[in-house]
């Protein structure tokens, strides 16, 4: 199983970034998917999760009204769109998958290996 996220690079405070993440190996059928990001120095924190079918999502706080978080099932990938990106942001983001929140939320499930985003000011 693996999950390959890409997407990430360099960019300006206020610009966007869309981050996917594409899974292999298995079917994430009724996985809930999401992204986490670890900033240096700091311990890796949750930015946003999507059900199997998209009904419901979930958002760090801080980024909500700036990224959006979508799912395409038949590609069984993922994506994050970062707008209004701040020096804040800058990490590296991680794509996860697992039969619910609270198993990503403990580390649990599939990830993939990061891609690092940084926002300069």
């Known amino acids: 199983v693996q999950l390959h996220a890409c997407g990430g690079g360099l960019v300006q405070a206020g610009g966007s970034l869309r981050l996917s993440c594409a899974a292999s190996?298995?079917?994430?059928?009724?996985?809930?998917m999401g992204w986490f990001r670890q900033a240096p120095g700091r311990e890796r924190e949750f930015v946003a999760t999507i059900s199997w079918r998209g009904g419901s999502t979930y958002y760090l706080d801080s980024v909500k009204g700036r990224f959006t978080i979508s799912r395409d099932n038949a590609k069984n990938t993922v994506y994050l769109q970062m707008n209004s990106l701040k020096p804040e942001d800058t990490a590296v983001y991680y794509c996860?998958?697992?039969?619910?929140?609270?198993?990503?939320?403990?580390?649990?499930?599939?990830w993939g290996q990061g891609t690092e985003v940084t926002v300069s000011s």
């Open positions: 996860a998958a697992g039969p619910d929140v609270r198993e990503l939320r403990r580390g649990l499930g599939y």
């Open positions: 190996g298995r079917t994430f059928s009724g996985y809930v």
